[in-house]
């Protein structure tokens, strides 16, 4: 089943779907993000197999998102995430917090991210609007690209 | 290429992309999002085969994310976005704040995200700390659930 490229999209939700778009590769960088950084342990968290994990953490490099490097007692090899990868923290979030609202029964618990500086749960994620405290989707568009 | 589920992990992010950690599914919800509402639209705007969007959107009215009905004239079938669906705004958001920053050359042009009120573009995403005015993934960590 091959998907569809979409390169010249002039939109960014398409862009950012061609490169993460794909089950394992947000596995991986939610991994990274809690501080998984061998080959080994990605394979033990995500249960996958070592031809999957060598194929996505590839794409993960090509596409700056994950860098490669001798650990600094040169014993193995660690994968981090690069500045672009970091970014992708919102994104994480914001699958975490649809989730933990939809994907969960009532009384069945699961992990919960906090802030280290007070333990407590984090608060929502929030998009502030310059006229109202909080933009949803009605209150906002999408405007095509100007053509140059 | 199966990918195994994960229904039982205690991961809200696993299971979020369980439930739309595919490509077309979320390019479905986008659309959604932006007013698209018949088959043949989106079809159209995907540039996708019959069979999978069908599928695709199946499993989405399945997950409680689209519903389906006749249109008010009784023309045609809809597709809209239920609540759970729409909760997946801020998803679509920062794939697309993600994509802008990452995914585009610069002088490259993109479609915009607006404030209908203001007409000006969206501000970024935040996540609110209570002792810093902004969390990243430094300042935050999971913390597993509790076995009960």
Redesign the interface.
């Known amino acids: ?1 091959k ?2 490229r979409v390169k010249n999209s ?10 993460i ?4 590769t ?2 991986i960088v ?1 991994d990274a ?2 501080g998984v950084r061998r080959f080994g342990d990605f394979q033990r968290s995500l ?2 197999s070592k031809g999957i994990l060598a194929s996505r953490l590839k794409g993960l490099k090509e596409a ?1 998102i994950v860098e490669h490097a001798p650990s600094t007692s040169g014993a193995h090899d660690e994968y981090t995430l690069t500045p ?1 990868g ?19 029964a009532s009384g069945e ?10 333990g ?1 749960r ?2 929502t ?8 405290a909080e ?14």
Not at 21 to 24: A, I, K, S, V
Not at 109 to 118: K, N, P
Not at 137 to 144: F, L
């Open positions: 089943l998907r569809k002039e939109c960014p939700v398409a862009r950012a779907l061609d490169v778009g794909d089950w394992w947000l596995l939610r993000f809690d249960n996958i700056g672009k970091r970014d992708l923290f919102l994104v994480i979030v914001s699958l975490r917090q649809w989730g933990e609202a939809h994907c969960f618990s699961h992990s919960v991210l906090v802030e280290r500086a007070t407590r984090v608060l994620l929030r998009l502030p609007g310059r006229r109202s933009l949803d989707d009605a209150k906002t568009t999408v405007r095509k690209a100007k053509s140059t």
